[in-house]
């Protein structure tokens, strides 16, 4: 089993890696993703699990044993710009490797057993994050999500042909292996844990208008500019979220004409934010935009906020986390809260019951190149996806 984790590993490797950074670029309907789209197939046609793909991309290779509401396990092959090894692929290779185990323990489950591979997770391509599995969910139309673009102007109706989706008919309970994206087990000292829950989080554009002007020759009393608007919201919203102990990242920004010798005419930024209440989150994105908007008035240029996508609180399934936090022989793992997004929190709030496993990431670091997982870790995470996967079944 260690043979079959440590393979797969080495297979996914090099794929999308940037020889610069090390980091990981796999866009979603890109070469390097759909790369890794084979060769999962492969992977399920070598362990004779039957694939069943959707019209956005989504797919489950199936263990067609027994009968009634399947379990279902996996991650994504997605990654953000210049990503880590980690985030989504750990899943995926996970549960390739707990179905070996369960075959090598000589298992043999009542119910069926998918892998799933959900495609733009992380919503680096389209904007919204866990795109696949909102769409077979049924938590976003594809009328809807039709018309969402690229940066480069292509509409995903032009990438892939439709939405239609069954892949989640017969899914009884889902469980998705994870890296962990923080520090808590390492500070805990424990090699994996289990999710209680997902902090509310959205994405909001921040249009900033200015006027644009020559940069040597315009007083700067004169300028309406919209990057110092930009800079000073930037500075207040890192100070609203660490003041309340939420979070609030100016990650992307795009600048209108965008040279060296100009005021510019605009500033696009995206604010992420997250907070652990609903009402915390809405209250914390008007504290900003609300700043925002002052500090526009200062400085004559002007600023709209839009909410391109909210995602409200999710708790798993109480029971379920603590059945499978309890499988650990040595006492129960830790059960701990997690500020990022997943498929996970899609389906749970479809209404599937859902349990996550986390597994210690020594770097705390995720979303870069710097992420990291040790083998044994990975190893004591794909053994307990299996014993949950074993009970689930039985
Ligand atoms: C996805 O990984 C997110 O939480 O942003
Ligand atoms: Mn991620
Ligand atoms: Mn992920
Ligand atoms: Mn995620």
């Known amino acids: ?22 980091g990981y670029f796999r866009q979603p309907f890109a070469s390097a993703e759909r790369e890794l789209a084979q060769w999962f197939v492969e992977q399920c046609a070598a362990r004779g699990l039957r694939v ?20 279902l396990t996996g991650s994504h092959l997605d990654s953000v710009l210049d990503g880590g090894a980690y985030d989504g692929p750990l899943g995926v290779v996970s549960a390739l490797a707990a179905i070996d185990l369960m075959r090598a323990r000589g298992v043999v489950p009542t119910r069926p057993v ?5 495609v733009e997770e992380e919503g680096s391509r389209f904007g919204l994050a866990c795109l696949g599995s909102r769409l077979a969910s049924g938590a976003l139309s594809w009328e809807a999500a039709r018309e969402l673009r690229d940066r480069d102007g292509v509409a995903l109706g032009d990438v892939v042909p439709g939405a ?22 390492v500070d805990r000292g424990a090699a994996i844990g289990v999710a209680s829950e997902i902090w509310p989080h959205g994405r909001y554009r921040f249009d900033f208008a200015g006027a644009a002007n020559h940069a040597g020759t315009t007083r700067m ?6 990057m110092l608007t930009y800079a000073m ?18 990650g992307r920004v795009a600048v209108t004409p965008n040279g060296t010798n100009a005021v510019p005419s605009a500033v696009t930024a995206w604010l992420d934010a997250r907070c652990s209440t ?17 500090r526009a008035d200062r400085d004559g240029t ?70 990291h997982a040790e083998v044994a870790d990975c190893l004591v995470g794909v053994s307990a996806l299996a014993d949950t996967l074993d009970r689930l079944t039985r």
């Open 221 to 226: 009393e004169d300028r309406q500019d919209p």
């Open 302 to 371: 002007s600023l709209t906020v839009t909410a391109e996508s909210v995602s409200g609180a999710v708790t798993f399934d109480p029971a379920l986390a603590a059945a499978v936090a309890a499988d650990h022989e040595g006492g129960a793992w830790p059960i701990i809260p997690t500020q990022a997004g997943h498929d996970a929190g899609i389906l749970s709030a479809a209404g599937i019951p859902t349990a996550m496993l986390f597994v210690r990431n020594p770097t705390g670091v995720s979303h870069s190149p710097a992420e």
């Open 164 to 185: 239609a989706s069954s892949l989640l008919s017969s899914v009884g309970t889902f469980v998705e292996l994870h890296v962990e994206q923080g520090r808590d087990l």
């Open 233 to 250: 919201t930037a500075l207040a919203a890192n100070k609203q979220a660490r003041l309340a102990g939420q979070r609030a990242t100016f």
């Open 1 to 22: 089993m260690p043979d079959d984790f440590e393979r797969m590993w080495g297979d996914l490797a090099p794929v999308g890696r940037s020889a610069s950074s090390g």
């Open 278 to 294: 609903d009402a915390g989150l809405a209250e914390l994105v008007d504290a900003i935009g609300r700043q925002g908007s002052e």
């Open 52 to 71: 069943e793909t959707d019209e956005i991309g989504n797919a489950v290779g199936w263990w067609d044993v027994g009968s009634g509401p399947a379990v």
């Open 114 to 118: 998918g892998v799933s591979v959900f």
